[in-house]
């Protein structure tokens, strides 16, 4: 297992289109996190999932974003009518039980 | 008020210097990461606590629970450590919240 991993890494895309990005979690870890980050500020909060469960949403999530895991493993995370303010950085993490947590290298976002 | 906080939200010392980074939370917790962030975004988990001390290396983790305050130490700072330190609690829902990082900068 190579660790939490995130595709794409970079993605640049127009402001209305709408973006996916994908986590893939390490392997039988049941929890995983998303996070948005910006420059200078730690990671913020987006939503988890337990399994195929989607536990919280923040209300930083605006309607225009949904994340499923539908098979409780790899998760995905949309943005649609994508805006210049959600240009970031995209953290997924995921853990087993009470272990250490583990972070994909992000998928930085820019809206243009 | 953040439910983490950390302090100082910048540092600069020179090498060799001892770095202390603290950590305050007001919520109840399962456990305390320290983790540390590289520029590019990469994040790496340093060290996991629930009670007591760790120490890996130069690093050194302590938590006093009964205070919500964690430290991370770094002995004998070198420009490698160079980066943005973060603290994270685990909530009792196993929801993992962070502070906003510490930017260390070590001078040579």
Known sequence: DTGVSQDPRHKITKRGQNVTFRCDPISEHNRLYWYRQTLGQGPEFLTYFQNEAQLEKSRLLSDRFSAERPKGSFSTLEIQRTEQGDSAMYLCASTLGLTEAFFGQGTRLTVV | KNEVEQSPQNLTAQEGEFITI???YSVGI???????????GGIVSLFMLSSGKKKHGRLIATINIQEKHSSLH??????RDSAVYICAVRNRDDKIIFGKGTRLHILP
């Not at chain 2, 770094?74 to 420009?79: E, K, Q, R, Y």
């Open chain 2, 22 to 24: 603290n950590c305050s």
């Open chain 2, 30 to 40: 399962s456990a305390l990461h320290w983790l540390q962030q590289h520029p590019g």
């Open chain 2, 74 to 79: 770094i002995t004998a700072s070198h420009p």
